[in-house]
């Protein structure tokens, strides 16, 4: 079963996104707080999403998918791009990843959007496989860039607008 997350599922979402990090050998990275994911899930102006999966046996979230929107220039529309996609070990087999793709496909389809993208790690064979076998395509010639820490810090000093203004709603005026 797929469904939304609620504000009960942030300790488990948590959860399950340290045992990601833990998987893809990251686990220090990982320094989101329960009450930072549910301020970004169910905070006044929520800007991520979350779907659940769970087995029949009732025990709790086993999967999880957050999500967010992302914008494609070139053809005009939203797009969806999945931020984690994660089952747990004992649950894998059971279709519980391919649903929750399949949920987030839909979506895709019924608001209008024209992409569904994601990233993977290159070692991860098992998931490339798995995407492979849906229909999913790599991007050759794209490479993910990554500015954290003291770069992100150094460039932020380059700005020309005073911190307050630099909001979406100020630079749009």
């Known amino acids: 079963m797929i469904r939304a997350a609620t504000p009960a599922d942030v300790p488990a979402v948590h959860a399950m996104i340290r045992e990601l990090a ?3 050998k990251a686990l220090e990275e990982a320094r989101a707080t329960p009450e930072q994911l549910h301020g970004a899930l169910f905070g006044a102006n929520p800007a991520v999403f979350a779907l659940i999966a769970e087995d029949e046996s009732g025990g709790g979230p086993v999967g ?3 999500w967010f929107l992302n914008f494609s220039t070139w053809t005009g529309t939203h797009g969806v791009y999945l ?3 994660y089952v747990r070990p004992e649950s894998r087999g059971g279709g519980h990843g391919k649903a929750l793709l399949a949920e987030l ?3 895709c389809v019924t608001r209008g959007y ?3 993208e994601w990233a993977v790690l290159d070692w991860n064979d098992p998931a490339i ?3 492979r076998s849906i229909g999913a395509l790599g991007q050759d010639g794209w490479t993910v860039q990554r500015l954290t820490g003291e770069p992100l810090h150094t460039l932020a000093d380059l700005a020309v607008l005073p911190t307050e203004s630099n909001d979406a709603t100020s630079l749009s005026n």
């Open 22 to 24: 833990e998987y893809e």
């Open 64 to 66: 999880f998918a957050l």
């Open 83 to 85: 931020e984690d996609l």
């Open 105 to 107: 496909a839909s979506i």
């Open 114 to 116: 024209e992409r569904f």
């Open 129 to 131: 496989g798995f995407y």
